[in-house]
């Protein structure tokens, strides 16, 4: 079973340029959220979506933009990025579409730097 | 607003101890409790998760246990192993399903 599938593993982008993380999962999970990790600042939420079709804003949503047009693919995109934006990247998805009442399946990340 | 506290943030243990891990928060209205494990350069692992009414879960040499009243969990390892060193991370999950993650608890299990 594949999980939760990100790519790539890792992306260097020059400030400006935009890019899209992909996220796909294949347990039919309603629920997909994309999350940043910073030392010191732990997992912080950026966008969610309950199903195909439905996206909100999670707790630092600003500079990202998410679509969700199939149950299985949840891509983050980066309009314009900026140094701030530098992070390690991680989708995760759940059966339920509260997310958080079931367990959370994670993707491996995507390390993306913005110089 | 919800704030979750993991201590200590690293803790370094010989092989075969019994350990426990600590997690706490501050408003009780928590729908469940997860505990994750992240090892370098990976994602995380969902380990186990407490439901709001429940009072601990078990699986293997792990076990974790909730306090809503006084909004604290611990995770227990025991005879820990050189294989149990990563970074665990507790999340309490809010009535509108979100997580909020602690910082983390960076183990290291010596042989």
């Known amino acids: 079973n594949a999980g939760v599938t990100q790519t790539p593993k890792f992306q260097v982008l020059k400030t400006g340029q935009s890019m899209t993380l992909q996220c796909a999962q294949d347990m039919n999970h309603e629920y997909m959220s994309w999350y940043r990790q910073d030392p010191g600042m732990g997992l912080r939420l950026i966008h969610y979506s309950v199903g195909a079709g439905i996206t909100d804003q999670g707790e630092v949503p600003n500079g990202y933009n998410v679509s969700r047009s199939t149950t299985e693919d949840f891509p983050l995109r980066l309009l314009s990025a900026a140094p701030s934006q530098t992070s390690v990247y991680f989708c995760a998805s759940s059966y339920s579409r509260t997310g958080g009442s079931k367990k959370l399946f994670f993707g491996s990340g995507t390390q993306l730097s913005v110089l | ?111």
């Open chain 2, 1 to 111: 607003k919800q704030e979750v506290t993991q201590i200590p943030a690293a803790l370094s243990v010989p092989e075969g101890e019994n350990l426990v891990l600590n997690c706490s928060f501050t408003d009780s209205a928590i729908y469940n409790l997860q505990w994750f494990r992240q090892d370098p350069g990976k994602g995380l692992t969902s380990l186990l998760l407490i439901q709001s009414s429940q009072r601990e879960q078990t699986s293997g040499r792990l076990n974790a246990s909730l306090d809503k009243s006084s909004g604290r969990s611990t995770l227990y390892i025991a005879a820990s192993q050189p294989g149990d060193s990563a970074t665990y991370l507790c999340a309490v999950v809010n009535q509108g399903g979100k997580l909020i993650f602690g910082q983390g608890t960076e183990l290291s299990v010596k042989p």
